[in-house]
């Protein structure tokens, strides 16, 4: 249902989904977190994203590939490139232990 949310109004509703799967004691997941970095990232909420992903990290939530494009693609419009080449490097290394 998170990955639906593609509008600055719907970023209301994601943040809310997420809250109620909180409140029900509802592990998040990579796929759930991955689905609102995308949609922060679609309503241009930024810094938000960046946010998600700290508490994603704190939570000990290990990213995969399509968080790390939604990571990089952020980066890009943020227009932090030194950010982005350290996720490429995160990402060759989690490829490099998975192999």
């Not at 992903?53 to 990571?71: I, K, R, S």
């Amino acid at each position: 249902m998170i990955s639906q949310c593609n509008s600055h109004h719907q970023l209301r509703r994601a943040l809310e989904l997420v809250a109620e799967m909180r409140s029900r004691a509802v592990p998040l997941n990579v796929h759930t977190y991955s689905a609102l970095l995308n949609v922060c990232l679609k309503a241009n909420e930024l810094d938000l994203s960046l946010d998600v992903y700290a508490q994603m990290l704190q939570e000990g939530c290990t990213p995969n590939l399509v968080t790390y494009n939604t990571l990089l693609d952020i980066y890009n419009k943020m227009g932090r490139w030194m950010d982005a080449l350290n996720v490429l490097e995160l990402l060759q290394h989690q490829v490099s232990i998975t192999r």
